[in-house]
């Protein structure tokens, strides 16, 4: 199991993420401008995540995790998922996802808003 805080801290973490709340009290981590995670409220036990370039490359995470992963309302079809934190999911496997959807947001930024690499 996850903790909410653990993953937002390691969200935030990576060079040039930053916190926003663009809607009410929905929280989001940021790359450039562009999202690379959902976390949803404060009580959130998911995190939305790019899991891959193509719903069907994205699906490998619903096969594996049937109880723990679905496809992200409305982002969905583009390869992103929801994943439960307190599932079958471990740590690990969160964080990497975590940094699949970071590093493919990254790629899409144009060069001069991509962090600096470290």
Same mark, same amino acid.
């Given at each position: 199991?996850?903790?909410?805080?653990?993953?937002?801290?390691?969200?935030?973490?990576?060079?040039?993420? =930053? #916190?926003? *709340?663009?809607? $009410? /009290?929905?929280?989001?981590?940021?790359?450039? @401008? &562009?999202?690379?995670?959902?976390?949803?409220?404060?009580?959130?036990?998911?995190?939305?995540?790019?899991?891959?370039?193509?719903?069907?490359?994205?699906?490998? =995470? #619903?096969? *594996?995790?049937? $109880? /723990?992963?679905?496809?992200?309302?409305?982002? @969905? &079809?583009?390869?992103?998922?929801?994943?439960?934190?307190?599932?079958?999911?471990?740590?690990?496997?969160?964080?990497?996802?975590?940094?699949?959807?970071?590093?493919?947001?990254?790629?899409?930024?144009?060069?001069?808003?991509?962090?600096?690499?470290?």
């Amino acid at each position: 199991m996850t903790e909410r805080a653990e993953l937002l801290a390691y969200c935030l973490a990576k060079p040039g993420a =930053w #916190l926003d *709340r663009p809607w $009410d /009290d929905n929280e989001v981590v940021k790359v450039g @401008g &562009r999202i690379f995670a959902f976390l949803g409220p404060e009580s959130g036990e998911r995190v939305g995540v790019k899991c891959g370039p193509t719903r069907d490359v994205a699906d490998e =995470w #619903l096969h *594996r995790f049937p $109880d /723990d992963a679905v496809p992200s309302p409305y982002l @969905g &079809r583009s390869g992103w998922n929801s994943l439960r934190l307190a599932g079958a999911i471990d740590g690990d496997e969160l964080r990497e996802a975590v940094d699949a959807s970071y590093e493919a947001v990254v790629a899409k930024l144009p060069k001069r808003d991509r962090p600096a690499a470290d």
